[in-house]
C-alpha cells in the first residue's frame, strides 16, 4: 500500500530558495515584457542578483537551522516527499557555491554585454535563475525523478543561453550541438535509471540503495548496463575525454559569459548529481555487489585520467582562448572525478572536502579568467591567445589578477588550485592509487606550459599598437574577487576546510534515509 | 641560550614582499623612489639577518620555531611556521646581504632601462620568496618557496623579452627546472605517505632518518633521497639538468649575479643540506651525489674554457662550482658544501656584477671584443683581480680554503673524487686567467672608438664591488683546517683540527697556481700580439719557455682537452639521444594525443556522436566485461 505524501504549506519553507528563483524569474520575465523598450535591461541584471541574493541566504538560514538541530542531538535532515527531496549539508553547500559562482557570473556580465550583440539582453539575465534551479534540484534530490527533472531545467535553460547571440552563425551552431549533445546525454542517464528501477522497483535512491544487493543476485548484467550507462551520460555532461568533443565548439560559440555558467555551475550540478547517485547507491554495496563497486570505480577512474590526459595534451594546440579554457575544462573534470573513482574500501572519508574544495577553487579560477577574457576580448575584437599581448602595459591590474588566477590553474602554490590539486593527490595517495596520482602529476607538469602560453602573452610580447583595455567596474570587480578568493583559498585554506569538516559528514548528510 | 632576534626572522622575507606590492600598486607614479624602496626594504632584511647571525655566534644558541597550524586533512596537521638554526641564519645573510647589493648596483646599471620599477619589484618578490625557502620549517612550505623563486626566475630571465632568445631562455629555464621540481614534489609525496604522522618538518625528518633507523625501509628511503637530489639537480644545474644555466644569461646581469651564481641556484645545495639526513640514511644516494657533482664540476669546467661570451663563461663556472657543492655534500661533509655556497656567493657575485660593469662600458659580452680595459677600468679590474684568484683557489683567499675543504672531504671518499676535483681546480684557474687577461689585459680589440670612452662604473656600481672583493679575500678565515669554526658552529658538533690534510691543501694550491700560470703562457705571454715580431727576447729561458709554452698547449691539448673534448662530445650525444629522445618521446607522446584530439574536434557532429558510442562501447567491453 503507498501511502502519498502531499506537499504542505510547511514544506514550503523548505523549497524556499528554489521557490525563491522561480517567482523571481516570473516577476522579471513579466516585467521585461512590460518595459519600453529604452529602458535599459541592466535593471532585469540587477533584479537577478536579487533574486540569487535572496535565494542565497534562505539557504544560509537552512544551513544555520540544520546546525541547531546537530547541536541539539537531531537529525541534520529534512526530507520531504517520501526523501525525494532533501534538505542536508550536502545540498546546501553546493547550492551556495553554484547561487555564489551564477552571481559572480551575472554581475561580470552587468556592462559588458552589447545589445548589438545579444538582441534578448532581458531573457538573457533571467534564464538564468530556472537553470540554477534546475542547479539545486540536482544537488538536492534523494529521487530519480526529481534529479532528472533538475538536470532537463538545467539543460534547457542552458540551450537557450547558448543561442543568445542570435546573429551569429557560431552561436547557432553551438546551440544545436548542445541541444543534441545534451539530449543523447540525458537519453543514456535515462535509460540507465530505466534499468536501475526496472531490477530494484524504486526510483528513491534509499530504496534502490536497499534493493541493489538482490538485483546483483538476481540480474547483475542490468545493474551492469544501468550502471554503465548512467556513466557514459554523465561523462557527456561533464565532457570527460573521449566524450568532451562537443565541449570546444559549444564553448567558443557561446557568449562568454555563459561559457563560463556552462563551465562552473553546469559541471558542478551535474558532478551533484553524479556524486549523490553513485555516493547512495553503488558505494554502499557489500557482498555480492563489491565486485560491482571495484568495477564502477575503475570505470571512473578510467574516464579520469582519460580526461586529464586529452584535456590537457589538446589545450596545448590551441590558439584560441575559449577552446583552451574548454579543454582545461576537460581536465580539470577529470580531476574533480578523482575522489569519487578511489577506492573506497579502504577508508577515505575526506573525499568529500577534497572535491568540494577543488570545485570552490575551480569556480573561482574559471570564472575569473572567463571575466578577464570578456573584457580583453571586448578591447581587442579576438578571442585568440594573442589577445592577451602585452596586457600588462595594457592593464596592469587586470593582468596581475589574470596572473593569479592562471598560476592557480596551472597548480602553482600560494592558490587555491594548488592546495585543491594536493588535497587530491594526498587522496590518492591515501588509497594507494598511485597511477593516479602519477597520471595528475604528469598532466600538472604539461599544463604549465599551456598556461604559461597566456602568461607569456600579457607579459612578454609589446602590446604598444594594441588598443587600451577597459574594465568595465563591475567585471573589475569580479576579478579581483575571484583572484583574492583564490589567494585566499591558497594561504589560508584551512578556515574552508574547517568550515566543510564542521557541517559534513558522510553518515548524516549521505547515507540517512 | 635563549635568542630574542630569532623570533622576529619570519620578518624577513615580509620587507621585501611589502616593497614588491607597494611596488606593483605605484608602478607608474614611482619612476626614482621605486629603487630606493627596494632598497631601503632589502636592507632592513640585511639588517635583521645580521642581527640574528650575530646573537647565535657562540655556542649554544637554541634553534627556534614558531609557526600555527595551518591546514587540517582528515586527521592529519600541517604546521605553516619558520624554523631559525644557524644553517638558516647563515642563509639569509648570505641571501640578504647580496640582495642588498645586487639591488644597489641595479641603480646605475638599469638606470636607464624604462621598466625598472617593474624590474626592481620582480627582485623584491623574489628576495622574498628566497628567503621564505630558507626559513621554511617544512618541506611543503619550502616547496612553495621553490616555485616561486622559479617564477621569478623565469620573469627575469625574461625581463627584456623583446629579444627573442630572451623568451626562449626564460621559457627553457622554467620547463627544464619544472623536471627537477616534480622529482622533488613526489619525494614529498612519499614522505607524506611512509613518515609517521605524515610529518614533513625537517625536525620530524631529522628524528625519524638520524634516530629510529628502520622506520622507513632502505629502499624507500634511496627513493626519496634520489628524487629530492632531482629536485636538486634540477635547481642547481647539475647534469643532466645544467642545460639551462648557461642560458639563462640572457637575463640582466644583476639578475645573473643574484639569482642564478649567489641564491636561487644554491638553493639546491641548501635542500640536500637541510635533509641531510635522509641522504645519510641511503649510500646508494651519497655516491649519486658525489659522482654526478664530480662529474658536473670537470664537465663544465672543460665547457667554460671554450666560450667566447663573458657571461657564458661565468655560467659555467658556477655550473662547475655548483657540482663542487654536491661533491662535498655526496662525500659527506654538508658543513663543506655550505662552506663553499658561503664564499662561492661572494666572489661569483663579484665576478658577474665585475662582468656588468664591462658590458656596461662596452656594450658587447665578446670577450674577442674586449682587451686592454685594466687600464681605463681600474677599480672593476682590481676587484675582478680578486674574484679571479678567489675562484682559482689561491691561497688565502675565501676560495681556496672552501675549495680545500671540499677536497678534504672528497680526499677521504674516494681518490677518483679527488682526482676529478683536482683536475677541475686546475681548470677552474686556468679559464678564470684566460677570462681576466683577454678582458682586462692588451690592446682593445674591438671598437676602438667605444673602447677609447670606456671609463670605469659610477659609484653605486663598484661600491658593490668592493664590499664583495672584501668578502672575497677574506671571508675564508671562517674555517681552514687549523680551526674550523663555521663546521662547529653549523652543525654543532666539535670538529678536529686537520692538520693531516696539509698534502690535500698543497695540492689544491699547486693545482691553481699550476692553471693560473698555464692561462697566462697561454694566452697572456704566448698569445699573438700585433707588431710584436721583432721584439728582442732577454732571456733566453724564456724564449725556451716560450716555446715549450706551444709543446704545452698541445701536450694539453692532446692529454686533457681533446680526451675531455671527445667526452664532451660523447655526452652531447648521449645528451641527444638519450635525455633528448626521452624527452622528445614523452613530447612526442603528448603531441600526438593532442593532434588526435585536433583530430577529434573536427566540428561535425556526426563524428562525435560517433566517437562517444564507440568510447561508450570499449568502456563497457574492457572493464564491465571481464565479469562476463
Known sequence: MIVFHTLTWSDAWYLAPELALVGFALALAVLDLMLPDRVNRDWIGWGTLLGLAVAALFVSWHICDLRRSELAGEPAVRDLLYGSYLIDDFGNLLKLAFLGATALIVLASLGTIRKDEIPIKGEFYYLVLPAVTGAM????????????????????????????????????????????????????????????????????????????????????????????????????????????????????????????????????????????????????????????????????????????????????????????????????????????????????????????????????????????????????????????????????????????????????????????????????????????????????????????????????????????????????????????????????????????????????????? | MRTVFSQYAWLAPLFPLAAFVVLTELNRSLKRTGAFIAIVASLASLALSLLIAFERIGTGAEDYSGGFAWLTIGSVTLSAGFEVTNLTALMLVIVSLVAFLVNLYSLGYMRDDERKSVFYAYLSLFACSMLGLVLADNLLLLYIGWELVGVCSFLLIGFWFHKPEARAAAKKAFIVTRVGDLGLLIAILLLFRYMPGHALDFVSLHNVFDSQAGVISTSITTAIALLLFLGAVGKSGQFPLHVWLPDAMEGPTPVSALIHAATMVAAGVFLVARTYDIFEASAVALDTVAYIGAFTALLAATAALKQNDIKRVLAYSTVSQLGYMMLALGSGSWTAAVFHLFTHAFFKALLFLGAGNVIHALHTQDLRQMGGLGRRMKTTAWTFGAGVLALSGVPPLAGFWSKDAVLAAAFERHPLLFAAGIVTACFTALYMARLFILAFWGRPRGDAALAARAKEAPAVMTAPLLVLAALSVAAGFVQTPFGSWLGAWLSGEAIPEQAESVPVMAASAAAGLLGLYLGWLLYGKGAPKGGGAGQTRPWPWLVRLIEREYYLNEAYGYLFVKPLQGLGRALRLFDGAVVGGAGRLAAGAVQALGRLNSRLLSGQLQTYGLAAVIAAVVLMLAIAGRRF
Open chain 1, 137 to 513: 534540484m540536482m544537488a538536492s534530490s534523494g529521487d530519480l525523478i526529481t534529479l532528472f527533472v533538475g538536470l532537463e531545467l538545467l539543460g534547457v535553460s542552458s540551450y537557450a543561453l547558448v543561442g543568445a547571440r542570435k546573429r551569429s552563425g557560431l552561436a547557432g551552431e553551438a546551440a544545436f550541438k548542445y541541444v543534441v549533445t545534451g539530449g543523447t546525454a540525458s537519453a543514456f542517464i535515462l535509460y540507465g535509471m530505466s534499468f536501475l528501477y526496472g531490477v530494484t522497483g524504486s526510483t528513491g535512491l534509499a530504496g534502490i540503495s536497499r534493493g541493489l544487493e538482490q538485483a546483483v543476485a538476481d540480474y547483475r548484467a542490468l545493474v551492469y548496463v544501468a550502471f554503465f550507462l548512467m556513466i557514459v551520460g554523465f561523462a557527456l555532461k561533464l565532457a570527460l575525454a573521449p566524450f568532451h568533443a562537443w565541449a570546444p565548439d559549444v564553448y567558443e560559440g557561446a557568449p562568454t559569459p555563459v561559457t563560463s555558467f556552462l563551465a562552473v555551475v553546469a559541471k558542478g550540478a551535474a558532478f551533484a548529481m553524479l556524486y549523490r547517485i553513485f555516493v547512495r547507491t553503488v558505494f554502499l554495496a557489500d557482498a555480492e555487489a563489491a565486485a560491482l563497486r571495484e568495477d564502477v570505480s575503475l570505470a571512473l577512474a578510467a574516464l579520469a585520467a582519460a580526461a586529464i590526459a586529452v584535456g590537457t595534451a589538446g589545450a596545448l594546440r590551441q590558439r584560441n582562448a575559449k577552446r583552451l579554457l574548454a579543454l582545461s575544462g576537460v581536465a580539470n573534470a577529470g580531476i574533480l572525478l578523482v575522489p569519487l573513482a578511489l577506492d573506497t574500501t579502504i577508508l577515505h572519508a575526506s573525499f568529500f572536502p577534497e572535491f568540494l574544495y577543488y570545485l570552490l577553487a575551480y569556480a573561482f579560477m574559471n570564472v575569473g579568467a572567463f571575466a578577464v577574457l570578456t573584457v580583453v576580448s571586448r578591447a581587442s575584437g579576438k578571442e585568440e591567445l594573442s589577445a592577451f599581448a602585452g596586457l600588462y602595459h595594457r592593464a596592469p591590474w587586470t593582468a596581475g589578477a589574470m596572473t593569479v588566477l592562471l598560476c592557480s590553474l596551472a597548480g602553482l602554490p600560494v592558490t587555491g588550485g594548488f592546495f585543491g590539486k594536493l588535497f587530491i593527490l594526498f587522496g590518492t595517495v591515501q588509497t594507494k592509487a598511485y597511477w593516479l596520482g602519477a597520471f595528475m602529476l604528469a598532466a600538472t607538469a604539461v599544463s604549465y606550459y599551456v598556461y604559461f602560453k597566456i602568461i607569456r602573452q600579457m607579459y612578454m610580447r609589446a602590446g604598444a599598437e594594441e588598443p587600451a583595455v577597459r574594465v568595465p567596474v563591475p567585471a573589475g570587480i569580479v576579478i579581483w574577487l575571484c583572484a583574492a578568493a583564490t589567494l585566499a583559498l591558497g594561504v589560508l585554506p584551512r578556515p574552508v576546510l574547517d568550515w566543510i569538516d564542521g557541517l559534513f559528514s558522510i553518515g548524516a548528510d549521505m547515507l540517512t534515509g
